[in-house]
């Protein structure tokens, strides 16, 4: 596996693959890997492609008060993870390599980057659509693979490739859980003991309400109850809890064709997200 | 030269181009071509690349009041003078084809793109930065050529590739006058003659000021002060006189470094703009 953090170095290495013939995948992350990162790698693989990682904790899609300082970092154990899973280059910037400059230019996806996470966090899909696009035009990826976990984004990066005619193809990998259900995370190291246990709730209290539509329950609201209901037995703090649909995140008054059911919920300062895709 | 308006298409012509070791060039217009265009063409010709011109009066940049329906066209015409300066492939999709969905996502390039031309016309850059990333990613091209007529969108868009890091060289081709010294311009078909002979005072009057910071005037208020004098002996209506920095468009104090000199002024409802760059 190569590695480098300068953006020239990338496109030399990338050009020289292609000139092999070879396709680009590209596997953005924020790094602190878990199988969560793996199976996008695994994704990738299967798409017989030279495989660019990179790992990057962008500081523009984290808001003032948010973890960008904390936020887990281990760039070796990382670079042994992703040699292993089979990627071919590593990119590791720094902030300055990627922000040598006052940013001016920026990528946003309306309607989309202000609901669920962007409700909470403002800014932060401005960050995200900014620095996938930079990523995107470093590496001229044939396909990039995103994590479904981050449902909103993946719609996001998505809407903002085909909006903008980026020659990429976005694809959505599952979610990779532990074994009790919980979504794998890098930010689920910051959990105690009680309230990992706790965080379970989340995927327990998602299925439930799949099943509930599947069983023929048809008002968003009452799923949305449903699941309050389930996590407000912890310690959790409800962020938000809302059914939408699965293409757009468009309101769904009445269940009537694939919705995605989304959560966001604070444990003390960490924030954990998860969601099922269900068809009615 | 070949034609089409299919995205698809482009692409496929351009990757054959592209296999056969061309260098790829593109010269973004609004098509009703006038020797400013065909400048651009011939600096794309010193590159000796294979040279695409798009043609897309772009509905995302015009004001709800601005003239996107009256702009003037005439694709056969625009045809003929591509072919002759040169033009490789000339893309000319129709609106449904660059935007078949409703646009969420747009690039914006903060700061710059509320001053000057994006005061008088809120949006404008925005609908300037988005078709040409659009346009970027269709392309792909190595270099893109932009008249410095339009000076404010060539640093503009410098930026946004830029920032964004896209693969692109930005060239800016120099205005191209008429004998009389106005500035080639599509739009300089609105004005009546009695306009057209007044029109003259933007050049004439960007050219005492130029002389007279040539000559020692260190003040931006009085470079403007004696452009709007020029200007209100005549018909016209100012919309703006600004002394900037060339390299960014900040405000300047007291001219001691290369600035721009930008005007916009309407003949009836006609808007004609120019400027000068100017080293102290």
Redesign the interface.
Known sequence: MQRTGQ?AEV?QIIQQARSLGQKIALVPTMGYLHEGHLALVAAAQRAEAFIVMSIFVNPLQFGPNEDFERYPRDLERDAHLAAGAGVDLLFHPDVKEMYP?V??????????ENLLCGASRPGHFRGV??VV??LL??V?PDQAFFGLKDYQQYLIIK??A??????VEIIGVPIVRESDGLAKSSRNVYLSPQERAEAVVLYQSLSLAAAAIREGERDPRKIEALIRQKISETSGRIDYVEVRNAADLAAVERIEQTVVIAVAVYFKTTRLIDNLVVQA
């Not at 940013?103 to 989309?112: D, F, G, I, S």
Request: net charge positive.
């Open positions: 953006i496109r400059e940013v001016e230019a920026t990528v946003r996806v309306e309607t989309m659509a900014t696009s930079k035009h470093i001229q809407k903002m085909r909006d903008l005619n980026f020659p």
